[in-house]
């Protein structure tokens, strides 16, 4: 609370507990890196949004730099363990990421666009988990190309 310039009871006078600042700091920081996905898919639609959208994700700098990325990777363990709202806050915002990203699955012709979208979202997510744990080695740069790929392969 220190760090943050508060104390113990400004804290809860914003927050109920621990759990709700989690909660609303996953809900808004992924609400952030949807809006990321957004800006970087532009006016592109079906699989050239895609494309975009998990280049962008799975590339070199996100990899290098994750407190300025989302921060899922980073997070995910705690928030297994967290409290039910929390939780709720992560599926409520995976939710949405899912359904932009089917939105675009759809229009790129796929006969599945949600179960497609929560596997493009999931390559995205673990493989960007999976290069920043082996960044230093060329095994993270493969990763990070060869999800890409595999997203790219699957929307022809």
């Given at each position: 609370?220190?760090?943050?310039?508060?104390?113990?009871?400004?804290?809860?006078?914003?927050?109920p507990s621990k759990d709700?600042?989690?909660?609303?700091?996953?809900?808004?920081?992924?609400?952030?890196?949807?809006?990321?996905?957004?800006?970087?898919?532009?006016?592109?639609?079906?699989?050239?949004?895609?494309?975009?959208?998990?280049?962008?994700?799975?590339?070199?700098?996100?990899?290098?730099?994750?407190?300025?990325?989302?921060?899922?990777?980073?997070?995910?363990?705690?928030?297994?363990?967290?409290?039910?709202?929390?939780?709720?806050?992560?599926?409520?915002?995976?939710?949405?990421?899912?359904?932009?990203?089917?939105?675009?699955?759809?229009?790129a012709g796929l006969a599945?666009?949600?179960?497609?979208?929560?596997?493009?979202?999931?390559m995205m997510f673990g493989?960007?988990?999976?290069?920043?744990?082996?960044?230093?080695?060329?095994?993270?740069?493969?990763?990070?190309?060869?999800?890409?790929?595999?997203?790219?392969?699957?929307?022809?």
């Amino acid at each position: 609370m220190g760090g943050a310039g508060m104390t113990v009871g400004g804290f809860y006078a914003h927050f109920p507990s621990k759990d709700a600042l989690m909660a609303e700091t996953v809900s808004s920081s992924l609400c952030q890196s949807l809006e990321e996905l957004k800006e970087v898919g532009g006016d592109k639609r079906g699989a050239d949004w895609l494309e975009a959208a998990s280049r962008s994700y799975l590339s070199r700098a996100h990899r290098d730099n994750p407190s300025s990325g989302c921060p899922l990777p980073a997070t995910a363990g705690e928030i297994a363990n967290a409290g039910e709202d929390v939780r709720k806050a992560l599926a409520d915002e995976i939710d949405a990421i899912t359904r932009e990203i089917a939105s675009h699955e759809q229009e790129a012709g796929l006969a599945e666009p949600r179960g497609e979208a929560l596997a493009a979202l999931a390559m995205m997510f673990g493989g960007l988990t999976l290069a920043r744990a082996l960044k230093g080695t060329p095994q993270s740069d493969e990763v990070l190309k060869a999800c890409r790929d595999h997203i790219a392969r699957c929307l022809e």
